[in-house]
């Protein structure tokens, strides 16, 4: 209920009073002073709407611009409020008139309905109508007119006295209807309303000619409000006047002499259209009659435009005709509804008049197959208004049929025919209409928009949908005031998405301009659609031309918008869905395409959706780098557009993160087809910009940098190598920091086509890794990359290295506070930055080395520890041997114990390692290095509901685990040595036995007791089963070598199954009982206790160890086989070793672990210090030895029975019966 203070409350005026001019006044007065205090103050207006809007029960969030036709009347009634408030807004006198002419309308057609009885919506039609009464006075009001103002709150009374009393208006009512003391039913104070809206229309009568001004006393009380609220109220609008002149309708019979001039608009549209139709006689005909080449116009707009330029009245009205005439009489049509019911009232009288002026709400009937109308209840409306016992004459309702049939069979035709010329005219003569005043005019703009809505939402005609659309697109890309009145009429989502998946293009162009929301547009399920709009585009350009200033929207180009909304707006599962519907060559060829004659909004949507594109796939990255000229998106950084600039550092920083040879020839492009110095704009960037974009220009200079010769580009790359490390030690800007660790652990070295980081992979593998089996417990890197035979990469990185070094100390100094970093990905690019850095430092002089070492050393030989991951231990190794070379070796005399034996266990992993082990092994004299025996479990896995665990593996990083339900799980041990769940897989009818990683490293095998191969791919972040291989038998163990697959079945036969998958038996004389992999053979361990040997290249079989023949001796099988360091360990009950080049000659061992009394070895690893041991006679723990010495050093209990032993990165791994993994790390 809104409570609204009146500063001077009238007395009450008694229904008994005489007639006089100042009780009148009074009523005028005190409504009035009302309406002002509302619109004056926004705390109550805004308490009025609100009421309203509950009690009306509309849903503000919803009143976009679709309604149903059962809500038209709630959304009149909410938009003409809108109105009101928008015209208190702060404008110009035109604009403002303009929306409370909006509104009036609006408010008209609910203020029509059936006022008793009934219902809409579910709203009762008398407080509907209630509301729309009191908003119509609000509207009077603010155009000055205070009679009228007066007749709309009156009349509001009468439909429904509770809701004025009690929530619109309660004061007021109190002091025009209530004597103190005494209540009143609702029939009393309508009768009472009855009576002072007949005194006012009796004033409006007699006060003919007069101008309805308030009292003076009253109109010196300025209207303030707050803020943006402050309407500029106008006594006395001569400019309101005349337009409420123009539809003086009702009121005719009053004076019959002005009818003349009231008709001037009809007879001038009336003319127009005849003119235009005289010039165009046949519209099928050709339009050479029509056009004239001379002035490269159509003849015909030119006609109309002079028409209309000149089609002016001759008799202006001026302030002083308007005083002759009373516009509280006949102004607005909709007074005259007051004035006609009154009489109804008054008279009984039971005409009921339309209003003319809210075209859109009248009767449309469709009469072709073009769905235009025929406004037949215009027709009634014009032909048939009774005033009195008076006749509107025959000539006059034929004037204005023809008015009406003019525009509509122009439209009509235009609608039959999709030239451009003729849609051109619909948007010129709409065009025209909107630099007219008058409310005849807004009328057949209205009429245009409804007959094209009309053809989109109804029409089965394809061309005609196309013709409408287009024309409707043409009329809002010049006219965008028009958008919020297609809004308002309903223009349909849905009809515009059935249109655009009918393959009606001009559908896209709508659909951006209406700007719905995102979810709006996914609801649609429009991107399939759009992809075909774009990918249908053919440009005959070869080349990129940024325009400024925007051209006509086209259908590509607003498809191109619409799906930057989609790939960009949701979450990431939906964003990426969205890509991966766009992500083809010939959608991304189409993108392209659109933006090559674009402005420069086009190219930022397109730059948006290609760094999504590039991120989400290494095919699109490929594509938009052979494709896309990146120049001129380096030339929006010259743009004064702040996004302009943002985007294109964004766009260059990622089209920059692919192979180093493709990245370099970029770089190049840029630097030669720039215009513009474009070193001194990326300092600029750097200057002003902040966050991830100041990072993207430091990037990208630093790069273009290299580029140039050192002397002249000192200052760019200084700058540039500052506001990287500035973020790397800014610990409390973590995002910052990440990013700049990400860019200089990689600005040296290379990416892949997928945009991934490949540098710590390339300097792995120029380091010495060659080993699968290591290498598989890297994550993320495919080895067979191409962007890993890069011979680019050398001389980019000695290149930046050697700038980038130039800065000093102050390099080094930064990359330490990263080192030190508390996260872990800082912490490793930093590694990786230093050890590409690392290169070049190694061959500077010996101080540079002793600067590096000074600064560096200590905190690099954290790093080399077993139980971090092993690409962070290779790339300390790197980095160490790096700075050791030369003299530099003499700094590895300080480095402890515990380093020294973390160098020892690499060893085997990396030459590097190696050679520093040898050289540390020098330094101390050839002194034996203490090995520590102790390990300390920091892992453990475990979900119940599968078995056993029965076979471990490494594969891409990822801990592979098969149980003896046949279930596949993947684990992913990070940094610090915890584990989470990533897959949990179970396809394998029965227990998974025995895992191998492909000669490639891009899938692992598993072999099952269901008589099955299954090979595992990791594809897109998923694991997925890419091959099924059926067997005879079960599978015992397997070995994948090249194209073959080497198995052991539970008979204990071997086979080989080649690509085809085609079996062959070998050995065929043996039981097999183990095998291992090595150098291009195969040693097989036999159950007769000898060792076969396999030569790959030939399929060449050999005995390398011939079986016990002692009768004495019995049940030795070979249980398993181990290479390591070109040393094979073999175990039965006991374990051997010998060196693999002396198999040639004949087999002896040179170590053996003794066996013990009644227990064989079930399973066995070997690594650099250790050889570990499970023995049947102790099933749950894991016996510890020294390999060099043969010394029993300890066990490792697994709690229960072990089935599985893995071992990987100085870290054994044990699985149990239980289900349960275990891990252990030697100190």
Known sequence: MVHQKMASPPNLISCNESSDLESIQEIVVSINDYILSVISN?????????????????EEENTLFEFSSEHSA?????????????SL????????????????RMLQMPALLEEQG????????????????????????????SLQTTLHFLQSV?????????DIAPELCQCLFFTPGVSKSDEEIRETARKYKYRATYYQVISYGKSHQRPSECTEKQLQRPNKYRPEVSTANGHSFAEKLELSETCESLQYQNIQSVDMQEDELNDMFNKLKASRPCLDLNLHEDYNPELGKNTRVMSLNDFLNDSQPSKSYSEETLAKRSHSLIGHFNRSIFDIQAQQAYKTRSAHIEDVSSLRQLELEEDSAYGSITFEGMRRNLQTIRLGDGVQTHSRRARRMSLWENLQSFIKEVLGNDDEKYLSEVTMIYQMLNGKQGVKYSMLKDVILDQLLMAISSSEEKTVIKASMTALTKIISVNRTAIEEVKRKGLNLSHLANALKQNVQEAAILIYLIKPSPTEIKRLELLPALVDVVASTSSSSCSYTFRPSPPLLTPPAASLMIIEVLITAFDHATNTMHLAEISSPNVLGGLLDVAKSGNSGEFISLARVLVKCMEFDGVNRKYIYQHTRVAPFAHLLQSNDREEILIALQFLHEVLKIPRSSAIKILQQIKKEGSFDIQDTLLQCIKQLQGDHRLFAADILLQLNVLESPPESKRFRNEATRALLEAVTDSECSNMQILSTLILSNIGGTYSWKGEPYTAAWLMKRGGLSSMSHMNMIRNINWSDECLQDTGIDGWCCKIARRIIETGKATFCGLQEGLKSKNKSVAKACLIAIAWLSIEISKGPNSLKYSACEVLLEEIAQFLHPGLELEVRLLACICIYNFSSGKGIHKLINFSEGVRESLRRLSNVTWMADELHKATYYLFSKSDQRISCVHTQTIEMHQSGSGAVTALIYHKGFLFSGYSDGSVKVWNVDEKLSSTLLWNIKEH????TCFSVSETGESVLSGSADKTIRIWQIVKGKLECVEVIKTKESIRKLEALGNMIFVITKGHKMKMLDSSRISQSIFKGKSVKSMVASQGKMYIGCIDSSIQELILANKREKEIRAPTRSWRIQNKPISSVVVYKDMLYSSSTHVEMSNIKDLRRSYEPQMSISAEKGSNIVAMSVVEDFIYLN??????????????????VGRLSAGSKITSLFTGNDIVFCGTEAGVIKGWVPL
């Open 74 to 86: 709630l959304s009149n009634l909410y938009w003409g409020i809108e109105s009101i408030e928008a």
């Open 42 to 58: 926004p705390e109550v207006w805004f308490s009025l709407k609100q009421q309203c809007v509950s009690m009306l029960s509309i």
């Open 118 to 145: 009934t219902t809409t919506s579910g709203v009762p039609n008398s407080t509907l109508v209630a509301f729309s009464y009191f908003y119509l006075s609000i509207v009077s009001c603010i155009q000055g007119d």
């Open 1175 to 1192: 023995r049947s006679s102790s099933t749950s723990t894991i016996q510890v030895w020294l390999r060099r010495t043969q010394q029993k």
């Open 89 to 104: 807004q702060p404008e110009s006198s035109e604009e403002k008139m303009s929306r409370l002419r909006n509104s009036e």
């Open 989 to 992: 009818k029965s227990a998974v």
């Open 158 to 166: 009468l439909v429904s006295p509770d809701v004025l009393r009690n």
